[in-house]
């Protein structure tokens, strides 16, 4: 099966597009050749014929390996699923057929880092017969310019219990990983070293959570992820002792935070596709960074006939009073924000509150809601896990109320369960026409394009932890390859690590389509706008994107990503405790002059807090390059407008 063209998108091409997307995502279709074969070899490569995903049989083993120009990106490395009663598929196995095509077709998502997608991939597809068992199984893999993917296929009617799976990612000499688990700093170690963690509750050993970034001697740098994760368990990943190059897959058994009922198996309904695993790669940090679309490429279509309704944006957390809550809708419509916020406490304490339809007596809800909306401004209510025991009833309540969304709180992400639980509150938002953020220890696997409602979410050590500068440039190559990303912006808070033009220059260089602004603050604080010279930036940027650019990075160093809404490009720049100056050409501009608005670091003064913004103006073309002088954490954000 073959879609070609490379003609710009339209109508026709990506209806056509979909059209191939729902056909291939069947299980036996295509062009099916017979093969009864004991060892094989197959190669599925990017149409550009950059990146090369093999898969092998020998001796009835199946393993799998990847490059990127030649190099290196994952090694030999073995494949397959053990079930429940020991069988190992994929280490006794036969191929029986095969199956092969490229895509090349583009889609519109409802919103993200780019108008629109691009779609390129050739796949590769083997059915295959455990010896042992005679059970039917396949593999597909596919090869992108973005990088690789594979997942694996229980072909025969009826149930099945998969124990855990066998696949390990073998990377070359001198790899270095960044671990991380739940909300942890990053750690750059060698695969054989995670340090171990966990609980007598929790999943424990040297595991890290995904996404898990990789570079490479080579220069390479990849983001291991997972795609379309349904009725499955959350993967990790977990250093093999003996193997120090070697990490394998482990899937979770305990819910992140150790509450919850324990799964060593989880139960299918046959046929059954598992989750993709996918590598993203990059031959500069910079071009990981705008590969991460591959998660959503890899992710169902979208689901939702009506769309209209979901509008990214900004947000403003209110305090717990009514009078508060109507000062925040005004602070909303005068700084450019689309949402308000009550967090935990709106309907009591939420730790022992399971009740979530009844404000405390200090909020007036409806008066709140009324007047919001009034003013086009959207409310999200706050809701802790354990309040959600009906949620079907819960968020009919909220819709009835007018409300906008929720935000759900410490969600415990991992096991098969909570992947259904987690993946059901989406669907049932949508029922109801509200957005959902999902707070805590919970991962992304490009369920935002199926229902991009589930428009945020955390899974990650938060800004309002006030981290280190180092982390904060860490993750646009890490935690956001994944997908969008909760990451509250503290900008003029005295506790911050960074510059206030390093906390300015996040909302352009993370993909955050419901950005949290103006965290721990209150609208008083900005009463005199003057003594906040961030504040214009802040009311004119928005959360998503019709084109994005990665212009330079290096992870734990320093980012730079222009992103275009309109004719109007948006460039944050952001650096790690080390002063440095970079050299960022605006070759991405269109033709004629623009105006470039900078708010950049003044003089550094004795903490990075300290440190001033300075604004200036100047007219730039296409031709200029801009020298972005940053202090130690700190950063620099560009308007560039037309004209």
């Not at 069988?87 to 199956?99: E, F, I, K």
Request: hydrophobic letters at 40%.
């Amino acid at each position: 099966m073959t879609v070609s063209g490379r003609q710009e998108p339209s109508r026709r091409r990506v209806l056509r597009g979909a059209a191939v997307a729902v056909a291939t995502a069947g299980l036996g279709i295509g062009a099916t050749r017979p093969a009864e074969a004991a060892d094989a070899s197959v190669t599925a490569t990017s149409l550009d014929g950059t990146t090369a995903i093999t898969m092998s049989l020998t001796g009835g083993a199946l393993r799998w390996s990847a490059r990127r120009n030649g190099a290196t990106v994952v090694a030999s490395s073995a494949m397959g699923l053990r079930l429940g009663d020991g069988t190992a598929l994929g280490t006794d196995a036969v191929l029986t057929s095969y199956q092969h095509w490229h895509v090349d077709i583009a889609w519109n998502p409802v919103y993200g880092r780019n108008a629109t997608v691009s779609d390129t991939y050739q796949e590769m597809r083997w059915n295959l017969r455990d010896n042992g068992t005679s059970i039917n199984f396949g593999v597909q893999i596919r090869a992108y310019a973005s990088g690789v993917a594979f997942r694996y296929v229980l072909l025969d009617s009826g149930t099945a219990s998969i124990a855990e799976e066998l696949t390990t990612f073998v990377f070359p000499d001198g790899t270095l990983v960044y671990s991380a688990r739940d909300e942890d700093p990053y750690n750059p170690v060698a695969p054989g070293s995670v340090p171990s963690t966990g609980t007598s509750s929790t999943d424990t050993g040297p595991l890290t959570d995904l996404p898990l970034t990789a570079t490479y001697a080579s220069g390479l740098i990849a983001c291991v992820c997972e795609s379309a994760r349904l009725d499955y368990p959350r993967m990790m990943l977990s250093s093999v002792s003996g193997q120090p190059d070697t990490l394998a897959t482990y899937l979770m058994q305990h819910t992140a935070r150790g509450s919850g009922t324990v799964q060593t198996t989880s139960t299918a309904t046959t046929p059954f596709a598992t989750p993709w695993r996918a590598v993203v790669i990059g031959s500069t940090h910079a071009e990981l960074v705008d590969n991460a679309e591959l998660v959503l490429n890899l992710a169902p279509a979208g689901a939702l006939a009506d769309t209209s309704w979901i509008r990214p944006g900004k947000v403003f957390r209110c305090n717990l009073t009514t009078a508060d809550g109507l000062a925040g809708v005004d602070f909303a419509v005068a700084r450019g924000l689309q949402y308000i916020e009550y967090d935990a406490g709106w309907y009591g304490p939420e730790t022992t509150t399971t009740d979530a339809t009844q404000p405390i007596s200090a909020i007036d809800m409806p008066t709140v809601i009324s007047y919001a909306t009034g003013k086009g401004i959207g409310v999200i209510l706050y809701v802790n896990r354990i309040a959600l025991n009906s949620p079907d009833s819960l968020f009919a309540r909220y819709r009835s109320w007018g409300a906008a969304g929720v935000k759900l709180g410490f969600i415990n992400d991992g096991t098969q369960a909570m992947t259904n639980q987690i993946t059901a509150w989406a669907r049932t938002a949508a029922t109801y026409q509200l957005l959902i953020d999902m707070h805590d220890d919970v991962r992304p696997f490009g369920y935002e394009r199926t229902y991009p409602n589930w428009i945020s979410l955390e899974g990650v050590r938060g800004n309002e932890r006030f981290p280190t500068a180092t982390h904060n440039v860490t993750l646009p190559f890490a935690r956001n390859i994944g997908g969008p990303m909760d990451y509250t912006i503290c900008y003029g808070q005295s506790r911050d690590r960074t510059t206030n033009a390093h906390q300015m220059a996040m909302a352009a260089v993370y993909y955050q389509p419901l950005d949290f602004l103006y965290w721990y603050d209150t609208p008083s604080k900005y009463s005199t706008p003057s003594k906040w010279p961030g504040l214009p930036w802040f009311d004119a940027i928005p959360t998503v994107w019709d084109q994005s650019r990665t212009l330079a990075g290096s992870i734990g160093e320093y980012v730079a990503v222009a992103r275009r809404s309109g004719t109007t490009w948006y460039l944050g720049v952001m650096t790690n405790e080390t002063a440095r100056t970079l050299s960022i050409p605006l070759s991405f501009l269109g033709s004629g002059t623009y105006t470039a608005t900078i708010y950049a670091d003044g003089t550094p003064g004795s903490s990075p807090y300290q440190t001033p913004v300075a604004v200036n103006t100047r007219t730039v073309t296409s031709a200029t390059t801009l020298s972005v002088a940053m202090a130690p954490a700190g950063g620099q954000a560009v308007v560039l407008k037309p004209g």
